[in-house]
């Protein structure tokens, strides 16, 4: 057993603001509910979708295939598909076949986005999956969401759904 006697506090930047209903329109893209345990090779789709969008990020976890199909990522999200959360995809118009995009919401206490990945060269479809869910968080009746993910996505001031959108800092303590 390892016990840890030292703690640190940081601040994680985050947004956060007011959704609005507004059109979502996206000639590219199309966004729907997404398991990948019940969708064909779900797990290894998402995995190549985390790869490809973290691959060159800093900061960012390794997750292989194996993490994805019977790893921590696969039980997490096990766990999360039977509670309040959900998994939405983007799939290109012209090739529907595989994901090229995902988000992973909460839709338990307030709607929150916890994880976002496209594939590289599909950086719009960011903002369809980031649109579809305030939409889908709108019907279900939030009115307020919080993102966390990287402040230099910049994703909460694009986002034509969102009012007031503004980068935040939630206080995180993390043992060492």
């Not at 118009?93 to 919401?105: A, H, L, T």
């Not at 996505?153 to 206080?171: I, M, Q």
Request: some cysteine; hydrophobic content about 35%; proline content about 3%.
């Amino acid at each position: 057993m390892c016990i840890r006697d030292s703690y640190t506090s940081v601040d994680v930047p985050r947004w956060g603001g007011t959704l609005k209903r507004c059109f979502v329109q996206n000639n590219t893209y199309i966004v729907r509910p997404y398991d990948p345990r019940v969708e064909l090779n779900g797990w290894e789709h998402l995995a190549d979708i985390y790869l490809s969008y973290n691959v060159h990020r800093p900061l960012t976890t390794f997750r292989d295939r194996r993490y994805w199909t019977t790893g921590y990522a696969h039980h997490r999200y096990t766990l999360w598909l039977s509670q309040q959360k959900a998994i939405f995809a983007a799939f290109s118009r012209k090739d529907q076949g595989s994901p090229i995009g995902y988000i992973s919401v909460d839709f338990d206490d307030t709607f929150q986005i916890f994880e976002l990945g496209v594939m590289q060269g599909h950086d719009e479809a960011r903002m369809s999956l980031i649109d579809t869910t305030i939409q889908a968080a709108l019907q279900k009746g939030y009115s307020l969401s919080l993102i966390h993910i990287f402040p230099d996505n910049n994703v909460g001031t694009r986002s034509a759904c969102a009012d007031d959108y503004s980068l935040r800092t939630h206080h995180s303590v993390l043992a060492l």
